[in-house]
Structure formats: structure tokens, C-alpha cells
């Protein structure tokens, strides 16, 4: 079992869809609330930066750490992101905010960096947003939220499709690459885990077009994320995994 405390993300190279070191000098991981965007055509390394106390998401250099692009407005004021999700290829930047809107940025061309226009703003969650997941392999963003709820949103016309109903919050989501299957990860209410004896978590599993597949109930240990799996991978087995509390790694079969 893996012990210790999360410090931040590491990037790992798998087919030029992340950043991948060219030199001892290249970061290789970022802190909390950070994602690294594919290197330029120039070389040099560049950082999303989110949930600083202003609520803006800047665009920073891996390096030096000096700004290259604000978006101000991100949030309204009083309001701070509390979830984000970089594409794999970068060219698209999906947050939620405490007041439960969801932001995207889309890169325009390759010669303009991700954060030079003003983001979409989409509405449907009740609470805070809590997860994002992006999957361009199937057009397809997932939030999770405090409201119970996880909405799947259309990557391309950047509009909604369907919500999926929990009993608890959602706070973890990813999106098959392969067979477009959403896992979101809800709490389970206390009441029903003294009345159930059931664990603090379930894993759901819901088709791309809104239909429930199956539920799992958790371990006892509360289980924190789920992470996405790589296309290639999820093509061979068809499986999600969920990390606990405790460090143990679990799968589920789909």
C-alpha cells in the first residue's frame, strides 16, 4: 500500500498527448492546483494556474513562474474554482466554481495561447463543483457536485446533455476513452450507511447516453478518486480504478 501525503501531479509521456521531459532541467510534476500544458514549438514549458485567493486562472512559465496570461474574471467575485481538468493535448481547459458553474476554455489556433478569450459559462449544477473529467475521444465533459448530480456536457457545442442523479455528493468522475462509460464516485449519506452498514463511497457506472449500469459499494475506506484511464488501455481492459484513504487501489469491472 502507498502511504504519504499527494503533493501534486506527475506528468508522464504516453504517445506526445502530455508533457514529457526533453532534459534534466524540464519539471516533470506540478503542486496542487497546477497542470502543465504540452511544451511549445520553442521548448519552453508552461503551467495552468488555479484557486488562489483572487479566483483567477493564470498561465505561468514552468520555470521562472512569471505570468503569460491572466483570465481575470474567471470567477465572480466572492466565488473560487474548486475543480479543473487539462485536455491531454492542452487545447482545452474545463474548472467549476463554488457557485456550481463550469468554465471552458478552448484554444483557439496554435499560435495563440489557451486563456486568449473569454471562457464559455455553463449552468446546471445546484452546489459546488467538486470533479471534472474531460474526454475528447468522445466530445464529452462530467462534473460531479456537491448537488448530488453529474452532468455530461457536449465538448464540441460546448452545451448540456444529460444529468445523472446520486444520492450523496459527487467529488470524483472520469469518462472511459474507449466505450465513453462515466464513473462518478459519490458519498454515501450518513444516514444510510447506519442503516445499510454500507461503506462511506459508491462507485456508479452510467453509459454515454444517461443510462445507469451498475453500482458498486466501496471498502470501508473512503474512497478519494478515480482516476482516468489511458484509450489504449481501457480498449484492452475494461476496467476503471478507484484510490482509497488507506493508499489501496481497487478496480471495478466495465
Known amino acids: 500500500a502507498l502511504r504519504g501525503t499527494p503533493v501534486g501531479t506527475i506528468c508522464v509521456g504516453i504517445e506526445n498527448t502530455v508533457a514529457t521531459a526533453t532534459d534534466a532541467a524540464a519539471p516533470l510534476a506540478v503542486g496542487p492546483c497546477q497542470a502543465m500544458l504540452p511544451p511549445t514549438a520553442a521548448g519552453t514549458s508552461e503551467v495552468l494556474v488555479w484557486g488562489r485567493w483572487d479566483g483567477a486562472v493564470r498561465l505561468c512559465d514552468a520555470d ?25 493535448a492542452g487545447d482545452c481547459f474545463a474548472c467549476g466554481s463554488q457557485s456550481g458553474v463550469l468554465l471552458v476554455w478552448k484554444r483557439p489556433s496554435p499560435t495563440q495561447h489557451l486563456l486568449a478569450h473569454t471562457p464559455a ?3 446546471a449544477h445546484d452546489g459546488a463543483v467538486r470533479a471534472v473529467a474531460l474526454c475528447p475521444e468522445q466530445a464529452t465533459i462530467a462534473t460531479g457536485s456537491d448537488d448530488g448530480t453529474c452532468v455530461l456536457w457536449d465538448l464540441n457545442r460546448l452545451d448540456y446533455r444529460y444529468t445523472l442523479p446520486h444520492a ?16 462518478p464516485l459519490e458519498a454515501v449519506p450518513q444516514q444510510q450507511q447506519q442503516q445499510q452498514d454500507a461503506s462511506a463511497t459508491r462507485l456508479n457506472a452510467w453509459s454515454i447516453n444517461g443510462e445507469h449500469i451498475q453500482q458498486v459499494q466501496c ?12 484509450p489504449r488501455i481501457a480498449a484492452q481492459h475494461s476496467f476503471t480504478a ?13
Open 168 to 183: 450523496g455528493p459527487v467529488f470524483a468522475v472520469c469518462v472511459n476513452a474507449h466505450n465513453g462509460t462515466v464513473y
Open 121 to 123: 459559462r455553463l449552468f
Open 242 to 254: 478507484c484510490a482509497c484513504v488507506c493508499g489501496v487501489a481497487g478496480t471495478t469491472g466495465r
Open 64 to 88: 521562472s513562474g512569471d505570468t503569460a496570461g491572466v483570465a481575470a474574471q474567471a470567477v465572480a467575485p466572492g466565488d473560487a474554482v474548486t475543480a479543473a481538468r487539462l485536455a491531454p
Open 219 to 230: 471498502t470501508k475506506q473512503f474512497v478519494v478518486s478515480v482516476p482516468p484511464t489511458h
